[in-house]
């Protein structure tokens, strides 16, 4: 059976460490970082993700500056709110909650946010920083699965990783990381010919395609490191709903080395990385 690779666990960690940072930080600067998380419309996973940001802003001891907006709120208002944002000193990082409603730009939008306050890493600047290999806001998912793989000490030099997705989200910065780290990283995407021969060829298998279980036990090699970024939401015959990724957990687990749960696993992560890079950014001003 494969290790567990905890992220809940050291999701915990990494937020105390947080929380001793800001307890030294805040008497000398004499507020607490913030953090502004702007939300569009009433998508149900959306509200869940962002009650979990704010609830650990509050452990850690970030103020929130949340700001939830109605579903036909317009490009122009939003763009203003980041606008005023960008401009306020008790605030040190600002994310844009995605998917938006159909009648916004979200590219359009990250260009409005300050880079140095860019807590998501998704600003043209912060992912051009990643593709030059400079140091500075990354990607909090991917930021959080390389995280992951630096606290259970997985090799990573020389490994051939192939990472299942392409969005801007997660998969594009998480193959640029990897290739950072010296994989040897295939990224493989709906349009992929023979897309299991691939995947079984990993010895880092990244799942980001965001459809449910779909990673089976045809594309793992015996032994590979499987990372699933996946959270989807499934209902039983019951009604009930539940969590699943994007990996078929019962089947990957005999055969991997190493296997990230969900839930517990790059989500908690996720949200520890955006945390880290909140403090980052408030660190770095003045
Ligand atoms: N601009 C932007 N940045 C994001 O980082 C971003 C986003 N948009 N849109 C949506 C996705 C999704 N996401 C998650 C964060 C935490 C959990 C998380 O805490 N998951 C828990 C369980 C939560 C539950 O029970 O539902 C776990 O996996 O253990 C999941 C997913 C951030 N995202
Ligand atoms: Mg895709």
Same mark, same amino acid.
């Given at each position: ?7 809940k666990t050291t999701a915990q960690k990494i937020q105390s460490q947080l929380r001793e940072k800001i307890k030294t930080l805040e008497p000398q600067r004499g507020r607490p970082p913030g953090l ?6 009433? /998508? $149900?996973? &959306? ?16 103020? &929130? ?15 203003? %709110?980041?606008? /005023?944002?960008?401009?306020?000193? #008790? ?6 909650? =995605?998917?938006? $409603? ?23 600047? !912060? ?6 290999? +400079?140091?500075? =806001? ?11 793989? +630096? ?14 997705? #392409? ?14 780290? !010296?994989?040897?990283?295939? @990224? ?5 010919? !023979?897309? +299991? %021969? ?6 880092? =298998? ?10 089976? %036990? ?10 699933? @970024?996946?959270?989807? #939401?499934?209902?039983?015959? !019951?009604?009930?709903?539940?969590? @699943? ?8 687990e005999p055969i991997a080395g190493y296997i990230t749960p969900v839930p517990g696993g790059i989500g908690p992560m996720t @949200? ?15």
């Open positions: 059976m494969a290790n567990l690779l905890d992220g502004a998380v702007l939300m569009v419309g009433d /998508n $149900p996973a &959306s509200a869940v993700y962002v009650r979990n940001k704010e609830k650990s802003c509050e452990r850690v001891g970030i103020a &929130s500056f949340g700001q939830h907006f109605p579903a036909d709120t317009s490009q122009e208002e939003l763009k203003e %709110a980041i606008a /005023n944002l960008n401009e306020d000193d #008790r605030v040190d990082g600002i994310l844009v909650q =995605l998917p938006l $409603p159909e009648h916004l730009d979200a590219v359009s939008l990250l260009y409005e946010i300050a880079p140095h306050k860019d807590a998501d890493g998704l600003h043209p600047m !912060n992912l051009g920083g990643l593709v030059r290999g +400079e140091k500075g =806001l990354r990607s909090c998912t991917p930021a959080g699965v390389m995280r992951l793989l +630096e606290e259970y000490q997985i090799p990573l030099a020389g490994k051939r990783a192939v990472v299942l997705g #392409r969005s801007i989200l997660v998969g594009k910065p998480m193959a640029l990381m990897l290739l950072e780290a !010296n994989c040897t990283v295939t @990224v493989a995407h709906s349009r992929t010919e !023979n897309l +299991e %021969a691939i995947a079984s060829e990993a010895d880092i =298998l990244i799942a980001a395609v965001g459809r449910p279980e779909m990673v089976g %036990a045809n594309c793992i090699k015996p032994g590979a490191v499987v990372i699933d @970024v996946g959270i989807n #939401r499934l209902e039983d015959a !019951n009604g009930k709903s539940r969590l @699943v990724g994007d990996v078929d957990f019962q089947a990957a @949200v520890a990385m955006l945390l880290q890079n909140t403090v980052e950014s408030y660190q770095k001003r003045i």
